[in-house]
Nanobody
Framework: VQLVESGGGLVQPGGSLRLSCAAS????????MSWFRQAPGKERELVAT???????YYADSVKGRFTISRDNAKNTAYLQMDSLKPEDTARYYC????????WGQGTQVTVSS
């Protein structure tokens, strides 16, 4: 089982990034996919979730700015992040959840001018 995040980086406030989470080793289409983030000194928090049936949930702090999606044909989940703010700076992790839970290693997002 493997989850590999990519797409992080340094971006100016107001900018955009698209994170990807490539999955392998399990039946991707059967799992809910989530993005979490953890800033230094803070607890890991849920950012967004997309169910196997494509229902979505967003934390209030990102609602209207972030969009979660999935492509089951590519075994990949995405997080489109627009109108980024300095407080979005964190390490972003994807998680697959169903009968089991799997985590990726994360990708760093830094929002700074």
């Amino acid at each position: 089982v493997q989850l590999v995040e990519s797409g992080g980086g340094l971006v100016q406030p107001g900018g955009s990034l698209r994170l990807s989470c490539a999955a392998s080793g399990f039946t991707f289409s059967s799992y809910a996919m989530s993005w979490f983030r953890q800033a230094p000194g803070k607890e890991r928090e849920l950012v967004a979730t997309i169910s196997s049936g494509y229902s979505t949930y967003y934390a209030d702090s990102v609602k209207g700015r972030f969009t979660i999606s999935r492509d089951n044909a590519k075994n990949t989940a995405y997080l489109q992040m627009d109108s980024l703010k300095p407080e979005d700076t964190a390490r972003y992790y994807c998680r697959a959840a169903s009968a089991f839970r799997y985590w990726g290693q994360g990708t760093q997002v830094t929002v700074s001018s």
